[in-house]
């Protein structure tokens, strides 16, 4: 598998996948034009490198901002690793906010709610 990087825009967050050690990490603001076009093609790296090997595989991320549609291609990414991590892969998420980011907080604490996976949440 090939690395995944993107860089980021003012509306798309960068992106690094690298699969030689299963550290993903994704930062920044995430409200593209077209959510589900920016996300099908990470979904996709997702889905294939879960598939092909059997690293163990942590999430860092650190999103300012979501909109609606990043929040379901979220939800999508978080159930490839939560089924994943059901089938016995080592799964961590890690969501890094700013402290005066009270509304990214509120996020990452309602994503870990719905996930059955370990999830840390860390202050900046």
Sequence with gaps: MELLSRVASISSPAVYFD???????MS????????????APIIGWLKAFVAETDFA???????????TGSVKCLMD??????????????????????????????????FSEDLMLPFQIEAL
Aim: glycine share 4%; net charge negative.
């Design 57 to 67: 595989i942590t999430l860092t991320l650190e999103l300012a901002y979501l909109n």
């Design 19 to 25: 699969p030689e050690n299963g550290q993903l990490t």
């Design 77 to 110: 990414i978080f159930d490839l690793l939560e089924d994943a991590f059901q089938e016995g892969r080592q799964v961590l998420i890690i969501w890094r906010y700013h402290k005066k980011n009270s509304r990214a907080l509120e996020t990452a604490e309602e």
């Design 28 to 39: 920044g603001e995430s409200y593209p034009e077209n959510t589900f076009e920016f996300y």
